[in-house]
């Protein structure tokens, strides 16, 4: 596993549509974990692939607190088929925007379907957290940024000072505390 590079904003790779995954290989399985790796190593609590420069359609989500044992999940293709009427509130942030929160308006609930690590189709009902977090990382596969969801006063502000912090030199980058990577099971190794 190797940590990666996360992307910043105003970079355009961000906007960028992932392709689909066609198959799960050693290949793909091999970036799944090498983003779970740069996602822990950032830290954060989830990560597109987009964000570390690829454009295929692969999220990894581990909602664990800091005392709890790893939980890492990964989605291959993941897609949005239902989402509920109510929606929920949560203040949300960016490995690819450090140091820069809002507050985003998602559906509550959502069902995803998706491709596991074994290569079978899946879904998923979330709610919550989790609901947040899929939402977000999918509207990055899609070319979509949370501060899509924001006025667009607001978002012109953070892309004119990311613009500003990339010409000087100045990108903000996350506080780091790390929590460790999980090891790659035996059938993964």
């Known amino acids: 596993m190797a940590i990666k590079p996360i992307i910043i904003l105003p970079d355009s790779k961000l906007r960028l549509v992932s392709a689909p995954i066609e198959r799960v290989d050693a290949e793909l399985l091999a970036l799944a974990d090498d983003m779970l790796e740069t996602m822990y190593d950032a830290p954060g609590i989830g990560l597109a692939a987009i964000q570390i420069a690829v454009p295929r359609r692969v999220v990894v989500i581990d909602l664990a607190k800091e005392d709890e044992p790893l939980q890492p999940q990964v989605f291959f293709n993941p897609e949005v088929v239902w989402s509920s009427d ?88 996350f506080k ?10 035996a059938a993964e190794s």
Do not use: W
């Open 86 to 173: 109510d929606g929920n509130v949560y203040e949300e942030g960016c490995l690819s925007i450090p140091d820069y929160y809002a507050e985003v308006e998602r559906p509550a609930r959502v069902r995803v379907s998706y491709i596991d690590r074994e290569g079978k189709k899946a879904e998923i009902e979330a709610d919550g957290l989790l609901a947040t977090c899929l939402q977000h990382e999918i509207d990055h596969l899609n070319g979509e940024l949370f501060i899509d969801h924001i006025s667009k006063l607001k978002r012109d502000m953070v892309i004119r000072k990311f613009t500003k912090a990339q010409k000087t030199g100045e990108l903000p980058q």
């Open 176 to 185: 780091r505390e790390k929590r460790p990577a999980p090891a790659p099971s």
